[in-house]
């Protein structure tokens, strides 16, 4: 077995997708669509365009997957002057709700050997492998 960075992220990407289609399936949600749906939680009326690069996505995956949330009744499109402002509908400020605790619990199951102390220096230092300072305390992003 490998023992380096990129397979124990590539093993845990892997776990957190699974869990997150597991528990997003009675949303009609998936991992490609959380990311989304969280977003526009967080940013409400934003563009497609900030969007798109707040999430590092392709043009047209984010068309498709935007028009697939449009459909489906999470997001709504607000025409304004030549953009289209992005927000929640009731079902997705539920959907959001849902999508935004799964990181958390995910995160209680995924560290549950490893101490409060523990993992605040893994968080430290994950931020640290990411070029970003971490949050004063990074369960509150």
């Known amino acids: 077995m490998l023992r380096t960075f990129s397979y124990a992220c590539t093993v845990l990407y892997r776990r957190f997708t699974h869990y997150t289609s597991a528990r997003l399936g009675q949303w009609g949600l998936s991992f490609g669509t959380l990311f989304f749906v969280v977003y526009v939680g967080k940013h409400p009326g934003c563009t497609q365009s900030e969007l798109t690069a707040a999430l590092h996505l392709d043009w047209g995956h984010s068309q498709r997957t935007v028009l697939k949330l449009v459909e489906s009744g999470f997001l709504l499109r607000e025409k ?28 209680e199951q995924a560290l549950t050997n490893l101490t409060p102390d523990e993992r605040r220096q893994l968080m430290a230092l994950l931020y640290k492998a990411l070029g970003r300072n971490p949050l004063p305390d990074a369960a509150e992003s």
């Open 80 to 107: 304004e002057g030549r953009a289209y402002r992005l927000h929640l509908s009731e079902k997705g400020q539920q959907a959001f709700a849902a999508s935004h605790q799964v990181f958390f619990d995910w995160d």
